[in-house]
């Protein structure tokens, strides 16, 4: 079992542009969810896909978007970057029906830079 | 909506001490309480979760946290730790009717020999 991947491991963009990151769940898994965590910070909740849909949704603004594919994969897409959206971006995956509270794994996250 | 306060950015201790790691938290409803280990350039680990029943909770690696509703606390404790336990945790929440998931800032365990 490869558990939670995300690729890629590390990615420097400038100001302005616009990136996508990306995730396997772990096998069987079919809800996925995006953190945010900023240098020294806890991990700040995105959204939640499920069922290719975003079931909720954080305080971020609309230049963070997201999809999930019929294989329950997921892309996060940031929009016009920011300087303040230099971070580690984790990808969080868990079983839906697995009981009073589906418990998440997560995968190493995608390292972004942005200049 | 929910939050969590850890009360220590940085706990400095000794191999074979013991340790406490404090985690408040507040919220109107039910909540489930976790802690996570996150070791340099990985991602976060499960170390343990209080969902119901026991306040009392063990984990991994020889962890243990005990719920405190009226303190509204889940402090984290190891009884002896080893200099593989340098990490950061985080303590987090999530309230049972939502599935937002709240992270303290993390606290940064150093254990010296």
């Known amino acids: 079992d490869a558990g939670v991947t995300q690729s890629p491991t590390h990615l420097i963009k400038t100001r302005g542009q616009q990136v996508t990151l990306r995730c396997s769940p772990k096998?069987?898994?079919?809800?996925v969810s995006w953190y945010q965590q900023a240098l020294g910070q806890g991990p700040q909740f995105i959204f939640q896909y499920y069922e290719e849909e975003e079931r909720q949704r954080g305080n971020f603004p609309d230049r963070f978007s997201g999809h999930q594919f019929p294989n329950y994969s997921s892309e996060l897409n940031v929009n016009a970057l920011l300087l303040g959206d230099s971070a580690l971006y984790l990808c969080a995956s868990s079983l839906e029906l697995a009981g009073p509270y589906n418990e998440q794994f997560f995968g190493p996250g995608t390292r972004l830079t942005v200049l | 909506a929910q939050s969590v306060t850890q009360l220590d950015s940085q706990v400095p201790v000794f191999e074979e001490a013991p340790v406490e790691l404090r985690c408040n938290y507040s919220?109107?409803?039910?909540?489930?309480l976790f802690w996570y280990v996150q070791y340099p350039n990985q991602g976060l680990q499960l170390l343990l979760k209080?969902?119901?029943?026991?306040?009392l909770v063990k984990g991994i690696n020889g962890f243990e946290a005990e719920f405190n509703k009226s303190q509204t606390s889940f402090h984290l404790r190891k009884p002896s730790v080893h200099i593989s336990d340098t990490a950061e945790y985080f303590c987090?929440?999530?309230?049972?009717?939502?599935?937002?998931?709240?992270f303290g800032a993390g606290t940064r365990l150093t254990v010296k020999p």
């Open positions: 209080y969902l119901s029943g026991s306040t």
């Open positions: 096998s069987g898994h079919d809800t």
């Open positions: 919220s109107s409803v039910s909540v489930y």
């Open positions: 987090a929440v999530s309230e049972s009717n939502n599935n937002d998931m709240r």
